[in-house]
């Protein structure tokens, strides 16, 4: 049985101050995703949350015998931002609880868990505070696409999908291989594992060494394949920062792996169109 997986975050928590004067005072600034804690207000958020969903998505493996339910996956978020290991407060029968800690704990793995964290407002301004978090993930019926559209109504300047253009007459054994499978640009599937394993690898690259600057667009890159199917003169076409140019090239010599040519076939050229956010 295939599943759906929907998440929302809960924040079932206030975070509060009281200053020498004895009156309560309580604002608060919730945790929000590292890479989304340059957006004003409500747009962290949404960046956040929908960043979570995409990643949930490419983690999460549901169970066969999963039954519809809620499980629900808590950490702790320290002062500094970084996330505590994670752990099951709620489960569900078939191994929904499990999928979900376990996807939590490669995410948090594999470095995506880095946060802007909460904080309280006192007279001397804002003071970061730890925060429980708690990350409700439900289980229904449906499918992968669905789960897409979703996260693409949560976050709509991430609808546009990595798509990849070709020559008519060149050999697919020439191409590129995607983690060493053959990439076959007619199929949706394709372009749904190239776009999900190239946003996984940035995520670690950038992660790893973030840029300096905040930056939004969609970068047409083009690449030349030698007659061994190698691919050489990564090219981009588009004017972006100069730290970002080398995060992509990172990122593409990762996924990207020499294709098989056969004998005689020239060389040829690939272009890909990546929708790269970048904050």
């Not at 519809?68 to 996956?73: F, I, L, R, S």
């Not at 609880?97 to 407002?121: S, T, V």
């Not at 070709?166 to 697919?172: E, F, G, M, V």
Request: hydrophobic residues 45%; proline residues 8%.
């Amino acid at each position: 049985m295939r599943l759906l997986m929907f998440f929302s975050v809960l924040l079932p928590f206030l975070l509060s101050a009281q200053p020498e004067d004895g009156l309560w005072h309580h604002r608060e600034r919730m945790p929000v995703l590292a890479q989304c804690a340059a957006l004003p207000g409500a747009e962290a958020k949404q960046c956040s949350d929908a960043t979570m969903f995409r990643l949930l998505a490419i983690y999460l493996k549901s169970p066969e015998n999963c039954i519809e339910g809620m499980a629900v996956v808590s950490f702790k978020i320290d002062e500094r931002g970084i996330a505590q290991a994670p752990f099951l407060v709620r489960d569900i029968p078939g191994g929904g609880g499990e999928a979900a800690l376990a996807a939590m704990e490669a995410i948090r793995a594999d470095g995506h868990l880095r946060y802007r964290p909460g904080a309280i407002l006192l007279k001397d301004g804002w003071k970061p505070v730890e925060v429980q978090w708690n990350m409700p993930v439900r289980f229904s019926l449906g499918t992968h696409e669905k789960m897409l559209e979703k996260a693409e109504e949560w976050y709509p300047h991430d609808r546009e999908r990595v798509k990849l253009t070709t020559p008519r007459a060149l050999s697919k054994t020439t191409l590129p291989k995607l983690c060493d499978l053959p990439i076959n640009p007619e199929t949706s599937a394709w372009t749904e594992t190239f776009s999900a394993a190239f946003h996984q690898q940035f995520a670690k690259v950038i992660t790893a060494k973030p840029v300096a600057s905040p930056w939004y667009g969609k970068v047409d890159v083009h690449l030349s394949l030698d007659e061994e199917g190698k691919v050489t003169n990564v090219t981009f076409l588009d004017e972006i920062p100069a730290d970002l140019t080398s995060l992509l090239r990172e990122t593409l010599s990762v996924i990207l792996r020499p294709g098989s040519s056969q004998e005689g076939d020239p060389a040829a050229a690939v272009l890909l169109e990546l929708p790269v956010l970048v904050r």
